[in-house]
């Protein structure tokens, strides 16, 4: 079992930039392949970007060149750092995790970010 807490959300302005943490229980993070996605209201939840175990990464149309995602295994913590917000990245933002091949066995509670002005 994985439980995973999401902090770093909150209010930023259009342009504004903020880092997600998302941080892990358990001895097993390094072969976990960990995901960020979000749901804006009235939406579908939809990924933003997820990293394997081996470090590489994708990412959503709409924030390549905008957002980061990367994990640092001595901390169980896998981060996603959001350049250039836009209005529409408003959302409940939640850190998810998988064992082969899949990626979403877990998921974290959430944290809220607003982009507005």
């Known amino acids: 079992q994985v439980q995973l807490v999401e902090s770093g959300g909150g209010l930023v302005q259009p342009g504004g930039s903020l880092t997600l943490s998302c941080a892990a229980s358990?001895?097993?993070?390094?072969?976990?392949?960990m995901g960020w996605s979000r749901q804006a209201p009235g939406k579908q939840r939809a990924l933003v970007a997820f990293?394997?175990?081996?470090?590489?990464?994708t990412y959503a149309d709409s924030v390549k060149g905008r957002f980061t995602i990367s994990r640092d295994n001595a901390k169980n913590t896998v981060y996603l750092q959001m350049n250039g917000l836009k209005p529409e990245d408003t959302a409940v933002y939640y850190c998810?995790?998988?064992?082969?091949?899949?990626?979403?066995?877990?998921w974290g509670q959430g944290t809220q970010v607003t982009v507005s002005s």
């Open positions: 990293i394997n175990p081996g470090g590489s990464t």
């Open positions: 998810s995790a998988g064992l082969a091949g899949h990626l979403y066995d877990y």
């Open positions: 358990g001895n097993l993070f390094s072969a976990y392949a």
